[in-house]
């Protein structure tokens, strides 16, 4: 990690990749990801010391609520004990992207699928597929989607 801050007292300890925690003067903890940076404070001055050394070398926002991280839409409820995370807005964005056109009626699974027959002993399995491999732009197209997804 490079080293932001000027006070020469400031050491950091790298815990992994990407999470990291102040020794020296507090018991602050730090969360980095390219764009976005997560902090856990126990007092307002760790939280200070830190948005100082970074507002001396970066142009900052800076959500106090932890409301976004990632582009991601944190909910906190923290007297049940769990966090909704949400998107909202990008299943939209990304079909646009992929350039889906909305099905004309309702489709509600991948495939036709063999109906089950209640009360029968052995189940006919479904017959080979009969599709046409696809190509290098089939290939990358399928991979777009589950990359996006």
């Known amino acids: 990690m490079e080293r932001v801050s000027t006070p020469p007292k400031t050491i950091w300890v790298r815990t992994n990749e990407t999470y ?26 760790d939280l200070q010391h830190l948005l100082q050394a970074l507002k001396d070398r970066y ?6 609520d932890g409301t976004q991280y990632c582009r991601m839409t944190l909910e906190c409820h923290y007297d049940k004990g769990y966090v909704d995370v949400s998107m909202p807005g990008y299943v939209k964005a990304a079909l646009h992207q992929l350039q889906h056109r909305a099905p004309s009626k309702p489709v509600h ?24 491999k696809l190509g290098p732009d089939g290939k990358k197209h399928i ?4 990359g996006k997804f």
């Open 20 to 45: 990291h925690r102040h020794v020296e003067t507090s018991d602050e903890t730090n969360v980095l990801t390219v764009d976005d940076f997560g902090m856990k404070y126990c007092s307002n001055r």
């Open 109 to 132: 699974a991948p495939h036709q699928w063999k109906v089950i027959q209640y009360g029968r002993n052995q189940q006919q399995p479904n017959e080979d597929e009969t599709s046409p």
């Open 143 to 146: 991979q777009r989607i589950t």
């Open 59 to 64: 142009t900052i926002t800076v959500d106090t």
